[in-house]
Structure formats: structure tokens, C-alpha cells
């Protein structure tokens, strides 16, 4: 099947909604867990909805807003419809859902929905669906046009003229779907006894109408429904992203490399169910305490994580020396021993060994890469190990603009497939990014050439571990073992390879078109029963109004097709089984009752396991004491973060980052902790030949401000410091110290005479936010503080002797563009 766009499609449903469509019908329910089996009585409407309402489902749940429906009705009481504007007639034809992205507010209109006492005729509706979607659509020519007509085929219609219809359609690549309610289908099978004349009118037009037409299809709407819950996977068009593939070193030795342009896009993609989310219910306020019963409604809000931070104090002052002795478990105890702490009080911290190594700016320095796909070298196809592909496999093509990549790509690949090679490639997806190891291996089909690219572990990443050989056993003396009751006898290995072959399946599915016969499993038939069956009671508790009246229906059989194995494959080894059991002596095991234990299991702490990175343990005090100001501040502990949940209207933030985090050290008579440590044991990041660290800028600026004679490094070291840490991942946690920064550097430039280069920095750092990896959201906030944070201007540098090539309005234009 070949990939379609996702998206980009306007779908019209034409409802009837005459008379007849109020005809009741009895429904089989899913049995109880006793077994009962049980009914619902529901009109046909209602029956047929639930497949527009399904198909409307699908585009809310894709979340494409280039996935697009109208609603028409045929049958209303009114006549509201763009033709019948015009030029009249058309009558009981209702525009009832213009066309837009569908969401729940669709869904709800469509319950509304209820059989009219008026017929109306389905052509005028297809009549005005095409023009409906023709008028929205004039400017979207590339669009996909669908109809959808829901009938039961009971109202009389005119079908004069009806071929100048089926010409618009095809000229208008419209497709067209008919759901009937109780048509016969010969392939399902359904055929309806005592079939009223004009319905048997009716379905065969609407036979004749859907062959005439290029895309055209008629289907009974129980079929319809129970294809709908068909498991299926769409082949999409994924988006070409464009980036260079090098061969060679393109710096040192441009003559000897090439570098080709090439587009990326997906070849697989890894499929998840949708996540679940909670809601709670709604606190009323005193406003809506006082609502009527009768209009009162249960308002629900989603239940978001957040983290509070806790440090246990029960180890320190020999607390817990003393509860082991008193044999004290009370849990009130325990929790006074808990501090909270806040979140700015936090350092992050990455496992080192048995200690945590804190980095206060969140992430250690990236590598320097550079983006796009670098070749490391060859090696023989047959030495790749397929079980250490990982992650999703892409394609690479030329640049579909540019004849001359295409030739130079085909010439690489078709090198690679003439001497059965794969390349070792190096992928960065963006400069900055991390590195990612992979292999690319070439495709030559008759149309194109093209490369495949799929990730490959680092030598870190893998693991080998060895055991005891299986088939030969050493004694102690050395010798070989040949009769153990480890070792299988040669009978035992002739009941397992009878056992193997009766299971096996390769050859016993259905025949194909050659009339050989094909392997029972198919992949492509395969799917994920926790995607599917997910989406499925996703599907189903949106549509219907009561679940429990209208429980989830069972899967559809192609969901279930390989869960269990099949029945002959089964009767097949049983013979075989038996033999296995006979020969192994195989016994069933009487379980064994566990004893729980009456204390939990505690692990002994070590001496030294709360201190890190080799700090000095804290001085001993009596307990309840507090320690003097004087004695060594305690060692930093690690956070536990409990979770809570809270309303979506909850003024604490949403956590992302689940790294361990470190509290600050501070002595105990120091005023409350600032946002960042403020520790000696870190490093204060100073890069050879600079005055200025990372860790602390504003610290080390205004030291060697105090120091004398060193202004004007100084000020350009801070410039550097603060563009390195804005461009740098997870910055926004800095911005408000390094715009304590810039006020800084601002003040001590236009006092130093160091003016021009305040101005050079500041242009210089608008510049980096605005490139593709930079910190827009940080020059946001500079343009908040608006001029005085801008560039010093001429009369501003006047006032203390200094001379700025800016002039006032240029400065004022500067913050605000």
C-alpha cells in the first residue's frame, strides 16, 4: 500500500436522519463475568453514529489539525445549506458541523442528534457535501476529499442527472463510502429478510453509484463497525531533514574528503500506547456551594507530580544510636526527623561511585560536534552482529534538488553493494548534540540509491557475561565428566528434538498465490495488543454515554491471532510431550509456603556512607544540642523527593528532571541558603588564563574588581562567562544570576571606560540567543528590563567622560527589536 500524507484530509458525513432511522433494534452486549449474556435496545441513529463517532475519534486521537470534518444532514426539520442560499430547493438538507478539526464538543453535538419526522433525499445531501467541500477547499487543491453517507436506504430519492455527479466526483477525486444500516453484503455474509421494496431500489443504486466512481465503496454498517476496531498500521510519509554526509576529514585534508548533501527522514518508527492521566475532583468554591442540585455538575481537574524535598536528620547528634538502644519505632518521631527543604537549596548531583559528584550547572560540558553524518570506516557485511542494532532505522537520500549529490551518493552506494560492505558512520543530529555510533548499509532498487542508517551501542553499553559450559563438566581433578545428571542421556536428546519438530510451524499457513505453503506467523499481521486494545476502550468510553450499560465489546480476532498458539500445533506434540515427560521424569513441585517476616530486613549503613566527596565528618554534640557556628558544616545528604499529587491549577511547578539533586552546605548561623552553593569543595570553573569561573561569576568578578588593575580582563572574562552559560543547556535556572551579571558588568564598564566593549559583548549576545541553539527565552528577559540593560549611549557615557558610538534612540531601537 503505497504511504499517503498524513493529515490534510476534509471528510464529509452525510446523516439520514428520516423517520425511519428511529426504528429500534437489539444489541448484543459483551457476556457478564457470570457468563449471562445480555441486550440493549438502541434506534438505528444511534447504532450508525457510533461509527461517525469513531471515525471522528480517530482524528482527535491523531491530534493532526490538517484532519478535518463537516457534518450534513438529510431529514432535518430545517433547511440550512449553502445551495439552497442561492438558488433554493434542496430541502431538509442541514449544515450541522461546518468543517473544522473535530473535538469533544463534535462528539456531543452528535449525541444530540435524534430521528426527525421529515424525509429527506441523500442526493441533494451528496449534492451539497461536494459543494460544501469544494468552497472550503478552493485554495487546498493537494487536500484528500472523503464522503461518508450514513442511511438506512429507506427515503425515496431523485437520481436524475445522477451521472453529472459522479463526473464532479472524479474530477474532484472524491472518494465515497456508503454505510448501510442492514444492507446485504455477500462477503460478510448479511442478507435482510423482508426487505422493503424501496430499500431494495435504493441499495442497488447506491451499488451502481460507487462503481461508476473512481474510489467508491457500499458496506453494511454492522461490518463497518466491526472493522473499525481492526487493528491496522497507516504507512505515512515522513519529513526529509536535511544534513551532510562526509567521507574523510573535510579541515585537515579537504582534498582527500567530500561532503554530500543529503535528507534524513524515518524508515521506522517505535509505536506507544497513549499515556493515561488522573483527574480529581474539583474543590467548589462557596459560589457554587450555593448552585441547585439540578444544575450542580461535577467539575474534574488532571492530577499533576510534583516533588517536595525532604533531608533525614536521624543519623546526625547519635539520634539514631539512641533509638536502636530505647528500641523506639515510633513513626511521629520519625517524621520530625525529616527537614524539608526547598528546591533552590538544591545543587544537582550524578553518581560517582558510592558518592554523588554535585554540578551546579545541571549537565557537565557537551562535546564540540558538528552536524551531520560522518563516515569512519568499512567493514564486511557478514561481521555485522544484527543482535546489537537498536533504536529506529532511518533513511538517507540525496538531496532530491540536486542532481549532483544524487551522483555522488549513488557512486558511495553503489561501491558499498558491489563489495558487500557496511560503514561505521558517526550521526549528530545538531551542532552541540551528542554523538551517536551507527551503521550504514546500502540499498540499490531500480529507481534510486539510498543508504541505511541504524544507532549501534558504544563498547560501554555492552555487556558480555560468561557461564559454565552446558555439555562439558570438569571434576576437580580435572577430568571430563561424560555421565552426570546434568549431562542429557541420548534418549532425552532425541525426545527434545521430537518435542522441537512437532512445534514446528514454518511451513503450515495458508497457501500462497504460487500454492506453496507460507509460515503460520507474519509480522506484518502481528500487533501490539497494548496499543491497539488501549485505543480501542479509548475509543469505545468516548462514544458511548454509559459504560456500564454498554461495556468494552471483546478485541478484534486479528488482535488475538497469535496470543494463543494454534490448536493443531497443539494436538501435534502432544505425543511428543508425553515422550518428555517420560524420559526427563518431570514431577510437579509442591509449593512451598514463604514465612513473612515479622521485622523488615534493615542493611547496615556504613561509617562513611552519608559523606561525599571527602568531607570531614561533622563534630560530635550531645544530643538536642545545637552545634556552635565555629564547628565544620555537616556534609551534604541527599535529597529524598516525595511525591504528591496537585491539581493541574496548582501553583507548583511540573518536575521534569528526575536526576538526584544535593542539598547546599551553609553553616548553621548563616542566613537562609541563595539559590545556588556556595561551597568551596566545588569547582569554580576558571578555564586556563581566565580570572572569572563558571560556578561563581559574580563572586569572582567583584573579587578581582577589588583587587585593582585587572578591570578590563576582568569585564571580558565576564562577557565570556555569561554567553557560555546562556547557549548552555538547562540555563534557565541561571538566568536570573547571570542578569545579575550583566547589571554588574553594565555599571563597572560605564565607570572603567570600558564601554566599547559592553557594547561589543551585548551585540554579540543578542546575536548567540538568536541562533539555533542558542537562549532566545533569555534575551525575553533582558528586553524586559528594557534600557538598562542596553547598549551605553553617547550621553550616558558623557556624564562620566567616556565617548559610545551609539546614540540614544539607537540604544532604545537595539532593546526592542
Same mark, same amino acid.
Request: proline share 4%; glycine share 6%; net charge negative.
Given at each position: 500500500m503505497p504511504a499517503e500524507r498524513a493529515g490534510y484530509t476534509v471528510t464529509m458525513f452525510l446523516i439520514d436522519i428520516s423517520p425511519s432511522m428511529g426504528a429500534t433494534r437489539s444489541i448484543e452486549l459483551p457476556p457478564t463475568p457470570n457468563g449471562e449474556q445480555r441486550t440493549t435496545e438502541m434506534t438505528n441513529l444511534e447504532w450508525a453514529l457510533q461509527f461517525v463517532k469513531l471515525?471522528?475519534?480517530?482524528?482527535?486521537?491523531? &491530534?493532526?489539525?490538517?484532519?478535518?470534518?463537516?457534518?450534513i444532514l438529510f431529514g432535518s426539520e430545517e433547511t440550512?445549506?449553502?445551495?439552497?442560499?442561492?438558488?433554493? !430547493?434542496?430541502?431538509?438538507?442541514?449544515?450541522?458541523?461546518?468543517?473544522?478539526?473535530?473535538n469533544s464538543t463534535t462528539l456531543a453535538k452528535l449525541v444530540t442528534l435524534q430521528p426527525s419526522e421529515n424525509s429527506g433525499d441523500p442526493i441533494d445531501a451528496l449534492i451539497v457535501g461536494i459543494e460544501t467541500q469544494d468552497i472550503y477547499l478552493n485554495k487546498k487543491r493537494t487536500w484528500t476529499r472523503k464522503i461518508v453517507i450514513v442511511t438506512d436506504g429507506q427515503s425515496p430519492m431523485e437520481i436524475e442527472d445522477w451521472e453529472a455527479t459522479v463526473k464532479k466526483m472524479n474530477a474532484?477525486?472524491?472518494?465515497?463510502?456508503?454505510?448501510?444500516?442492514?444492507?446485504?453484503?455477500?462477503?460478510?455474509?448479511?442478507?435482510?429478510?423482508?426487505?422493503?421494496?424501496?430499500?431494495?431500489?435504493?441499495?442497488?443504486?447506491?451499488?451502481?453509484?460507487?462503481?461508476?466512481?473512481?474510489?467508491?465503496? =457500499?458496506?453494511?454498517?454492522?461490518?463497518?463497525?466491526?472493522?473499525?476496531?481492526?487493528?491496522?498500521?497507516?504507512?505515512t510519509k515522513s519529513a526529509l531533514m536535511g544534513t551532510v554526509l562526509r567521507l574523510g576529514d573535510v579541515d585537515v585534508r579537504p582534498e582527500e574528503a567530500i561532503e554530500i548533501l543529503v535528507k534524513a527522514s524515518k524508515c521506522t518508527a517505535l509505536a506507544r500506547p497513549k499515556s493515561w492521566k488522573k483527574f480529581g475532583r474539583r474543590e467548589k468554591t462557596d459560589e457554587q456551594m450555593q448552585v441547585?442540585?439540578?444544575? #450542580?455538575?461535577?467539575?474534574?481537574?488532571?492530577?499533576?507530580?510534583? *516533588?517536595?524535598?525532604?533531608?533525614?536528620?536521624?543519623?546526625?547528634?547519635?539520634?539514631?544510636?539512641?533509638?536502636?538502644?530505647? &528500641? *523506639?519505632?515510633?513513626?511521629?518521631?520519625?517524621?520530625?526527623?525529616?527537614?524539608?527543604?526547598?528546591?533552590?537549596?538544591?545543587?544537582? /548531583?550524578?553518581?560517582?561511585?558510592?558518592?554523588?559528584?554535585?554540578?551546579?550547572?545541571?549537565?557537565?560540558?557537551?562535546?564540540?560536534?558538528?552536524?551531520?553524518i560522518d563516515i569512519c570506516g568499512f567493514f564486511h557485511a557478514k561481521n555485522f552482529?544484527?543482535?546489537?542494532?537498536? &533504536?529506529?532505522?532511518?533513511? =538517507?537520500?540525496?538531496?532530491?534538488? $540536486?542532481?549532483?549529490?544524487?551522483?555522488?551518493? *549513488?557512486?558511495?552506494?553503489?561501491?558499498?553493494?558491489? @563489495? !558487500?560492505?557496511? $560503514?561505521? $558512520?558517526?550521526? =549528530?543530529?545538531?551542532?552541540?548534540?551528542?554523538p551517536k555510533m551507527g551503521v550504514l548499509e546500502a540499498r540499490v532498487d531500480p529507481n534510486i540509491d539510498y543508504l541505511l542508517w541504524v544507532q549501534m551501542p558504544f563498547a560501554d553499553d555492552v555487556r558480555k557475561y560468561t557461564f559454565a559450559s552446558l555439555e562439558n563438566l570438569v571434576s576437580k581433578n580435572g577430568e571430563s565428566i561424560t555421565k552426570h545428571p546434568y549431562l542429557p542421556t541420548e534418549d532425552q536428546l532425541e525426545a527434545m528434538g521430537k518435542f522441537i519438530d512437532s512445534m514446528d510451524i514454518m511451513d503450515s499457513g495458508e497457501n500462497d498465490a504460487e500454492g @506453496?505453503?507460507?509460515?503460520?506467523?507474519?509480522?506484518?499481521?502481528?500487533?501490539?495488543?497494548?496499543?491497539?486494545?488501549?485505543k480501542q476502550a479509548l475509543f469505545h468510553s468516548a462514544v458511548v454515554n454509559d459504560i456500564t450499560s454498554n461495556p468494552l465489546p471483546p478485541p478484534h480476532p486479528e488482535l488475538l491471532r497469535y496470543i494463543n498458539p494454534p490448536q493443531w500445533a497443539l494436538k501435534a506434540s502432544k505425543g511428543a510431550i508425553a515422550e518428555c515427560k517420560a524420559v526427563f521424569k518431570v514431577k510437579e513441585v509442591p509449593k512451598k509456603a514463604t514465612k513473612v517476616r515479622k521485622d523488615g530486613h534493615v542493611r547496615a549503613m556504613d561509617e562513611d556512607e552519608d559523606m561525599l566527596l571527602l568531607d570531614k565528618k561533622p563534630a560530635a554534640s550531645r544530643k538536642g544540642k545545637e552545634p556552635a557556628a565555629s564547628q565544620v558544616p555537616l556534609s551534604p545528604k541527599l535529597a529524598r523527593p516525595a511525591k504528591k499529587s496537585a491539581a493541574s491549577d496548582s501553583e507548583t511547578e511540573e518536575e521534569s528532571d528526575r536526576e538526584p539533586l544535593l542539598l547546599s552546605k551553609r553553616p548553621f548561623n548563616a542566613l537562609p541558603t541563595p539559590e545556588r552553593s556556595m561551597s568551596p569543595d566545588v569547582d569554580p570553573g576558571r578555564a586556563p588564563g581566565r580570572i572569572i569561573g563558571s560556578t561563581y561569576p559574580l563572586r569572582d568578578f567583584k573579587t578581582n574588581l577589588a583587587q585593582g588593575d585587572v578591570v578590563t580582563k576582568a569585564v571580558e572574562d565576564m562577557g565570556v562567562i555569561i554567553k557560555e552559560v546562556v547557549v548552555r543547556p538547562f540555563a534557565s535556572r541561571r538566568h536570573k544570576e547571570m542578569i545579575e551579571c550583566m547589571v554588574a558588568m553594565r555599571d563597572t564598564s560605564l565607570k572603567e571606560d570600558e564601554i566599547d566593549a559592553?557594547?561589543?559583548?551585548?551585540?554579540?549576545? @543578542? #546575536?548567540?540567543?538568536?541562533?539555533?541553539?542558542?537562549?532566545?527565552?533569555?534575551?525575553? #528577559? =533582558?528586553? @524586559?528590563? /528594557?534600557?538598562?540593560l542596553s547598549l551605553i549611549s553617547e550621553p550616558e557615557a558623557k556624564k562620566l567622560g567616556g565617548h559610545s558610538e551609539f546614540s540614544e534612540s539607537a540604544s532604545e531601537a537595539f532593546i526592542t527589536q
Open positions: 471515525k471522528i475519534q480517530e482524528m482527535i486521537f491523531n &491530534g493532526r489539525k490538517t484532519d478535518q470534518c463537516g457534518v440550512n445549506n449553502i445551495i439552497h442560499e442561492k438558488n433554493g !430547493g434542496y430541502q431538509h438538507v442541514s449544515e450541522y458541523i461546518p468543517i473544522a478539526h473535530p474532484l477525486a472524491i472518494s465515497l463510502t456508503v454505510i448501510g444500516v442492514d444492507f446485504d453484503d455477500d462477503e460478510f455474509p448479511f442478507h435482510e429478510e423482508d426487505k422493503s421494496t424501496i430499500k431494495v431500489e435504493n441499495e442497488a443504486f447506491y451499488h451502481k453509484l460507487t462503481s461508476s466512481l473512481d474510489d467508491g465503496l =457500499v458496506g453494511t454498517c454492522v461490518f463497518a463497525l466491526q472493522e473499525i476496531a481492526r487493528p491496522d498500521m497507516k504507512q441547585d442540585e439540578e444544575e #450542580e455538575k461535577t467539575v474534574f481537574a488532571q492530577l499533576k507530580m510534583r *516533588s517536595e524535598y525532604y533531608i533525614d536528620r536521624s543519623t546526625q547528634d547519635g539520634e539514631e544510636q539512641d533509638k536502636m538502644d530505647t &528500641g *523506639s519505632d515510633d513513626e511521629e518521631d520519625k517524621d520530625k526527623n525529616l527537614e524539608k527543604v526547598e528546591k533552590e537549596q538544591l545543587i544537582r /548531583g550524578f553518581k560517582y561511585g558510592s558518592t554523588y559528584a554535585p554540578c551546579p550547572d545541571g549537565q557537565f560540558r557537551r562535546l564540540n560536534t558538528r552536524k551531520g552482529r544484527r543482535e546489537l542494532a537498536m &533504536g529506529e532505522v532511518q533513511y =538517507v537520500w540525496a538531496d532530491p534538488g $540536486a542532481p549532483q549529490q544524487q551522483v555522488a551518493l *549513488s557512486s558511495i552506494v553503489q561501491a558499498m553493494y558491489e @563489495k !558487500g560492505v557496511l $560503514a561505521i $558512520a558517526r550521526w =549528530v543530529s545538531k551542532d552541540g548534540m551528542d @506453496k505453503p507460507v509460515p503460520w506467523y507474519d509480522t506484518q499481521q502481528s500487533y501490539n495488543p497494548a496499543i491497539h486494545r488501549t559592553w557594547n561589543a559583548f551585548l551585540r554579540d549576545l @543578542k #546575536e548567540s540567543c538568536h541562533k539555533e541553539a542558542g537562549n532566545p527565552e533569555f534575551w525575553q #528577559e =533582558v528586553q @524586559k528590563l /528594557g534600557r538598562s
